[in-house]
Structure formats: structure tokens, C-alpha cells
């Protein structure tokens, strides 16, 4: 029988319906690899969706996702191995190559800080320890991120979850940088920091760039930020430790936070800030991270 107008309407009707149903996803991947939240999704009342997670249970790196930071060796820092100590930033001892500083283990990765047994043959550093990001591989913009981690203590230990700008669109200025996690020592707290123009160079301190949480030293905690077209709250075990908002007239100076960022894990040791490493007997120690989670 010759098919009507109709009986050919209705099963194109019903394919541009199937389409529209499957382009539900709150973001759009933009280069194949940066989730960028809907426009209208972005707000208090819009209810959290997943849409990426990592619960490192491969045994091995996800090498789509992470690449290991390395001080000699990365593509974004590179430092002449004989210049270790001019380091001032928190990358002092961080490597690349050494296997023994970034393992796996219970569906958890380890990025651990030890002390170098090959410091005299091999890499000069007394130190080393491990860290990952996800720059080029895994960004996005709006949405909340979660971290859950362990973290083990010792005097002149920094280990940090925090992240920096995919592109750096703004040049000539700060492009931000959201610090999720920062401990020191043996603190039972941790910080959470906005960095920007705003604060660094011109050293505005309204509104408040930071405050601390209180953590479980022994176990598990999970580390947050919402971030919004118009501010950034930050929480530790889902309790909101303060919110920076976007200032109105202020710029990109103070908020840069309109472009993806991209995430970085690390385990830091030895700084002006934690201190030096005063009981060497402390070590090894470990970040151990059981997940990583997006929401939009």
C-alpha cells in the first residue's frame, strides 16, 4: 500500500523527538573534551546531575583523563634538573618518572611523598613526590566538583586539590585559581582559597578570599566547590565553609572564573608556608583519593 503524508509525518515526528530526548546531557563538550554546564542550569535551584567521575579502579593511570606532574618533564613546567633548588613554587619535588610516587591500590589512587634513596646517582632531589592534572585532557566550566581523599600527616607535608584556567583567555592578568584543599603539617583543618587578579596583585582582601573546615585527620574526607556564573561556594563533608561572589563593576581582575579550568591532585612538601621537613622518620606518607566526581 503506498504510504499517506501522515503514516511518513509521524515516524519523523517521533525521530526528532528520539533526538531532543537524547540531548538532555546538562553541558556541552566543547573540543571534544571541556564539559561546559547549559545556560539554564546555572543557578541554586537546579538540581545536581553527574556527568563524570573517576573512581580509580583500573590499577593504572587513566591516561584520557591525567597526565603525572613533573617538574623536568611536563610540557607546562619545565625546570633544568641542576636548578631543582631555585624552585620556590610548590613543585620543589614533584616527578614524573619515578613509579614510587604514584601507585594504586583498593580502587584508590596514592600520591605519595618520600624520601629519595637515589638522590646521589640519580635525580638530586632529597624528595619526591607525586601528583596529577588533568590540563588539555579534562576541563570544565560550572558545576561541582567533589574530591574524596585521605590524606596522611608529617611535618613540612602541603598536599592540595586545586584548579587553574584551560586557557588563560585573560592575558596580561591573573586567569584565577580555586584551591579545593590545601593542609599543612599535622592541621586538623583545611583551607579553601580564591586566587585571582583581584587578590594576588592588586591585594584586595574584600571580599574574604578563604577560610578553613575541619577534617577527619584519620579518615575519608570530601572536598567541594559549586562553582556558579556568579560565585563560588566551597565545602568540606557537604558544610559550606564560606562563598566568593562575583563583585559587581570589578572585572576580570576579580572574577576570571568565566572560562573552563582544568584539575589538579598533587602531594607537595617543603615550602615557606608548611615548613621545612623536620622529621624525616614521618615518611613515607600518602594523599590516598578514592574518587573524583562532576556535576553540573
Avoid at 633544568?80 to 618518572?97: D, H, K, L, S
Avoid at 603539617?185 to 594576588?200: E, M
Avoid at 615550602?271 to 562532576?294: F, K
Wanted: hydrophobic share 35%; net charge negative.
Amino acid at each position: 500500500m503506498k504510504p499517506t503524508k501522515l503514516s511518513l509525518i509521524i515516524p519523523f515526528t517521533a525521530l526528532i523527538l528520539m533526538f531532543a530526548s537524547c540531548d538532555k546531557k546538562p553541558y556541552v563538550l566543547s573540543e571534544g573534551y571541556m564539559y561546559v554546564q547549559k545556560e539554564e542550569r546555572r543557578n541554586d535551584a537546579t538540581e545536581w546531575e553527574l556527568v563524570w567521575e573517576d573512581n580509580f579502579d583500573l590499577d593504572t593511570l587513566d591516561t584520557d583523563t591525567w597526565s603525572r606532574i613533573g617538574l623536568f618533564t611536563s610540557s607546562k613546567w619545565k625546570v633544568p634538573v641542576e636548578e631543582w633548588r631555585e624552585v620556590t613554587n610548590c613543585f620543589r619535588y614533584i616527578t614524573a618518572t619515578d613509579s614510587r610516587v604514584v601507585t594504586f591500590g583498593d580502587s584508590n589512587i596514592h600520591l605519595n611523598g618520600i624520601i629519595n634513596p637515589d638522590s646521589l646517582t640519580g635525580d638530586p632531589r632529597p624528595y619526591l613526590t607525586g601528583g596529577i592534572y588533568s590540563w588539555e585532557k579534562f576541563a570544565f566550566q560550572y558545576g561541582r566538583i567533589e574530591i574524596k581523599a585521605k590524606l596522611d600527616q608529617a611535618y613540612g607535608m602541603w598536599p592540595a586539590i586545586w584548579m587553574l584556567s584551560e586557557k588563560e583567555i585573560y592575558p596580561d592578568q591573573h586567569n584565577g585559581e580555586m584551591d579545593i584543599m590545601e593542609t599543612l603539617n599535622h592541621d586538623d583543618f583545611a583551607y579553601q582559597t580564591t586566587h585571582n587578579h583581584y587578590t594576588i596583585t592588586l591585594k584586595q582582601e574584600e571580599p574574604k578570599k578563604f577560610a578553613t573546615a575541619k577534617i577527619d585527620t584519620t579518615g575519608y574526607n570530601i572536598y567541594s566547590v559549586s562553582w556558579y556564573p556568579d560565585k563560588l561556594v566551597y565545602a568540606v563533608n557537604g558544610v559550606t565553609s564560606y562563598e566568593y561572589p562575583k563583585v559587581a563593576g570589578a572585572g576580570t581582575y576579580q572574577w576570571p572564573f568565566d572560562q573552563p579550568f582544568y584539575l589538579l591532585i598533587d602531594q607537595q612538601m617543603e615550602h615557606a608556608w608548611p615548613g621545612m621537613i623536620t622529621h624525616p622518620e614521618e615518611l613515607p606518607i600518602s594523599m590516598t583519593v578514592d574518587w573524583v566526581r562532576l556535576y553540573q
